[in-house]
């Protein structure tokens, strides 16, 4: 757009401020790096059919930086991209780039090498923090100052922090983070977000900036509470939750369409505005999935499909219509709907048990190294050390970070469970044991954000200490990559030695499709189609299948790769027609 395309968002005495006439923002949460590029238009352009106008996303920091000074705004990752299709759809945006997110997403969306580093203090008023915080933002900023609606581009919002109330109360770090952002450039309105309790709007306010809230129920409660702290200006739910996420070993979370829409009447009868969250979930694909600890460490399981008003395939559901028809009555609707797609393409492939590329081995340690000690990103590390003694006995740890299968000369002989709060097993005599270690999400919430993974000392057996420890790092996504593209890679037996344990097949396609990837006949692990990871399974559930991309697919040839970590009883890779996300509870 030209400068003289260019418009002004603002904030008056009661509403938002659209080229100085009254405007109330209908958005919906879709996050980019939750979503394959080929289909962001797609998904952008079904919410302005629901009758949204706006569209909000998360910048998740570790996507973007996952190695220290390594900056990539590319495919993935192209959130610049991203708005031009928000702005191409005839759409406004809002960004809210953290550095926190939560989100359910790997470690609240923080880098590892920032947890990690020694002496830094998150989320406050800390030197080292906060000069990599002002570094991210800067690099941020460069992206959406552009692109704000004052320049023709489609951004009218951005937001400081995440529900920091809930954290801490640390006014300074807001107000840097406020003081970064206008010297970036950023001209549009700032706002904050906060659970409508007292107490946490009050910690999570800053000057000058406007209040928004996050609930999902009592809405006309908890507008008041907001109207309380925000005196003026308009009331806006910034995260109506409009559904749920699912953790591994529980049920697949739903909400009534009838009551949450009912909500949202009581919402838009207030005059409020809103941002659904989620619009469309996305998946967790690769490693990517958090976790929650409050007491019980709960992995979030690779699908987000949050029960939203468009589902994890894109297709709209009840609640989609459900939301279109109360929207309808406060503003105008296309009247063009989405259609929902046919059955998927049903078919199976069988699985050729392939051989684990020999690692180079690892270094030895006097104990076992954490994964941020060995600077590695990816979810597996091979433990191995020798038996004091060649005796059996109790083998025990400080604590298992977070899932370990345990081998004795090459044996299985147990699994260690983070979860159940498991950290010891009986182990027969033997010369060398071997503890293959899965970090299987990090904690995305709270003062368990950037915890150290892997196996964490001591290490006895008996009472004894076990000492030199040899860490073999793992790479799933290069693994299976490697394996999908070697083509005459020897044979193996799947489960005749220690996992992980790797099946390999092919399929052809005619063109392009999303499919859904049957999971129920293997154990736990991850699966690739044409090198590209689609995240994590588990029998434990709810989660049965995966969500595979048309965009990840192609006509002729397809591979289909699985990492299996505990057991395979299928050697068949079936894929069906619908999703299975789990027994619902709602």
Same mark, same amino acid.
């Given at each position: 757009?030209?400068?003289?395309?260019?418009?002004?968002?603002?904030?008056?005495?009661?509403?938002?401020?659209?080229?100085?006439?009254?405007?109330?923002?209908?958005?919906?949460?879709?996050?980019?790096?939750?979503?394959?590029?080929?289909?962001?238009?797609?998904?952008?352009?079904?919410?302005?059919?629901?009758?949204?106008?706006?569209?909000?996303?998360?910048?998740?920091?570790?996507?973007?930086?996952?190695?220290?000074?390594?900056?990539?705004?590319?495919?993935?990752?192209?959130?610049?991209?991203?708005?031009?299709?928000?702005?191409?759809?005839?759409?406004?945006?809002?960004?809210?780039?953290?550095?926190?997110?939560?989100?359910?997403?790997?470690?609240?969306?923080?880098?590892?090498?920032?947890?990690?580093?020694? !002496? %830094?203090? +998150?989320?406050? &008023?800390?030197?080292?923090?906060? =000069? /990599?915080?002002?570094?991210? $933002?800067? #690099?941020?900023?460069?992206?959406?100052?552009?692109?704000?609606?004052?320049?023709?581009?489609?951004?009218?919002?951005?937001?400081?922090?995440?529900?920091?109330?809930?954290?801490?109360?640390?006014?300074?770090?807001?107000?840097?983070?406020?003081?970064?952002?206008?010297?970036?450039?950023?001209?549009?309105?700032?706002?904050?977000?906060?659970?409508?309790?007292?107490?946490?709007?009050?910690?999570?306010?800053?000057? !000058? %900036?406007? +209040?928004?809230? &996050?609930?999902?129920?009592?809405? =006309? /409660?908890?507008?008041?509470? $907001?109207? #309380?702290?925000?005196?003026?200006?308009?009331?806006?739910?910034?995260?109506?939750?409009?559904?749920?996420?699912?953790?591994?070993?529980?049920?697949?979370?739903?909400?009534?369409?009838?009551?949450?829409?009912?909500?949202?009447?009581?919402?838009?009868?207030?005059?409020?505005?809103?941002?659904?969250?989620?619009?469309?979930?996305?998946?967790?694909?690769?490693?990517?999935?958090?976790?929650?600890?409050?007491?019980?460490?709960?992995?979030?399981?690779? &699908?987000?499909?949050?029960?939203?008003?468009?589902?994890?395939?894109?297709?709209?559901?009840?609640?989609?219509?459900?939301?279109?028809?109360?929207?309808?009555?406060?503003?105008?609707?296309?009247?063009?709907?989405?259609?929902?797609?046919?059955?998927?393409?049903?078919?199976?492939?069988?699985?050729?048990?392939?051989?684990?590329?020999?690692?180079?081995?690892?270094?030895?340690?006097?104990?076992?190294?954490?994964?941020?000690?060995?600077?590695?990103?990816?979810?597996?590390?091979?433990?191995?050390?020798?038996?004091?003694?060649?005796?059996?006995?109790?083998?025990?740890?400080?604590?298992?970070?977070?899932?370990?299968?345990?081998?004795?000369?090459?044996?299985?002989?147990?699994?260690?469970?983070?979860?159940?709060?498991?950290?010891?097993?009986?182990?027969?005599?033997?010369?060398?044991?071997?503890?293959?270690?899965?970090?299987?999400?990090?904690?995305?919430?709270?003062?368990?954000?950037?915890?150290?993974?892997?196996?964490?000392?001591?290490?006895?057996?008996?009472?004894?200490?076990?000492?030199?420890?040899?860490?073999?790092?793992?790479?799933?996504?290069?693994?299976?990559?490697?394996?999908?593209?070697?083509?005459?890679?020897?044979?193996?037996?799947?489960?005749?030695?220690?996992?992980?344990?790797?099946?390999?097949?092919?399929?052809?396609?005619?063109?392009?499709?999303?499919?859904?990837?049957?999971?129920?006949?293997?154990?736990?692990?991850?699966?690739?189609?044409?090198?590209?990871?689609?995240?994590?399974?588990?029998?434990?559930?709810?989660?049965?299948?995966?969500?595979?991309?048309?965009?990840?697919?192609?006509?002729?040839?397809?591979?289909?790769?699985?990492?299996?970590?505990?057991?395979?009883?299928?050697?068949?890779?079936?894929?069906?027609?619908?999703?299975?996300?789990?027994?619902?509870?709602?």
């Amino acid at each position: 757009m030209t400068a003289a395309e260019a418009r002004s968002f603002a904030i008056g005495e009661t509403d938002f401020l659209l080229d100085g006439e009254p405007f109330r923002v209908l958005a919906g949460a879709l996050h980019y790096f939750r979503v394959h590029p080929g289909q962001w238009a797609d998904r952008i352009r079904k919410a302005r059919l629901m009758g949204l106008n706006t569209i909000e996303t998360y910048v998740a920091w570790n996507a973007h930086e996952p190695v220290h000074g390594e900056w990539d705004a590319t495919g993935w990752n192209d959130l610049g991209a991203f708005l031009d299709l928000v702005a191409a759809e005839g759409m406004h945006a809002i960004v809210r780039p953290g550095p926190y997110i939560c989100a359910e997403w790997h470690n609240g969306g923080l880098p590892v090498w920032l947890t990690g580093l020694e !002496g %830094v203090g +998150l989320r406050r &008023s800390e030197p080292l923090y906060l =000069a /990599e915080v002002t570094a991210y $933002l800067q #690099r941020v900023y460069d992206i959406v100052a552009p692109r704000q609606i004052d320049r023709g581009g489609p951004v009218v919002l951005v937001q400081i922090e995440n529900e920091y109330g809930a954290y801490g109360d640390d006014t300074a770090y807001l107000e840097h983070l406020v003081r970064v952002t206008k010297d970036a450039g950023i001209t549009v309105p700032l706002t904050t977000i906060d659970q409508p309790t007292d107490q946490m709007l009050t910690d999570g306010s800053v000057a !000058g %900036v406007h +209040l928004t809230g &996050s609930f999902g129920s009592r809405a =006309a /409660e908890r507008l008041g509470t $907001l109207r #309380r702290h925000q005196p003026t200006g308009p009331l806006m739910c910034a995260e109506f939750w409009d559904g749920w996420f699912d953790w591994w070993g529980n049920a697949h979370h739903t909400t009534p369409a009838a009551a949450t829409a009912a909500e949202l009447d009581t919402l838009l009868a207030a005059g409020a505005s809103v941002n659904f969250y989620m619009f469309h979930g996305g998946t967790n694909f690769g490693l990517t999935n958090g976790a929650n600890d409050k007491g019980r460490y709960l992995p979030i399981v690779t &699908s987000y499909d949050y029960d939203a008003p468009l589902d994890e395939r894109g297709d709209p559901t009840d609640k989609y219509f459900a939301f279109r028809d109360v929207i309808t009555k406060y503003a105008p609707v296309p009247d063009e709907v989405p259609t929902v797609s046919g059955a998927a393409p049903v078919f199976d492939v069988a699985l050729t048990a392939v051989a684990v590329p020999t690692a180079p081995a690892g270094q030895c340690h006097e104990t076992p190294p954490t994964f941020e000690e060995l600077r590695h990103l990816s979810a597996l590390v091979s433990y191995e050390a020798e038996l004091p003694g060649g005796h059996g006995g109790v083998l025990r740890f400080g604590e298992v970070r977070d899932h370990a299968w345990v081998s004795v000369d090459g044996v299985a002989v147990g699994t260690l469970s983070r979860t159940r709060h498991e950290d010891a097993l009986v182990v027969p005599g033997g010369h060398r044991v071997r503890v293959l270690v899965e970090e299987q999400g990090r904690v995305n919430y709270d003062a368990r954000l950037g915890e150290a993974k892997g196996l964490i000392g001591p290490v006895t057996l008996g009472g004894m200490p076990v000492a030199g420890w040899t860490a073999t790092p793992i790479d799933v996504a290069a693994l299976g990559a490697a394996v999908s593209d070697a083509a005459g890679s020897p044979e193996g037996v799947a489960g005749s030695t220690p996992a992980p344990f790797l099946l390999r097949g092919s399929f052809s396609l005619e063109s392009p499709a999303d499919l859904f990837l049957d999971t129920a006949g293997w154990g736990k692990g991850y699966a690739l189609i044409n090198g590209f990871l689609l995240g994590r399974y588990w029998s434990s559930g709810p989660q049965r299948t995966l969500y595979v991309p048309a965009a990840a697919v192609h006509a002729g040839e397809n591979s289909v790769v699985v990492i299996e970590l505990d057991r395979v009883t299928d050697a068949v890779a079936r894929f069906v027609a619908e999703p299975e996300l789990g027994p619902r509870e709602e």
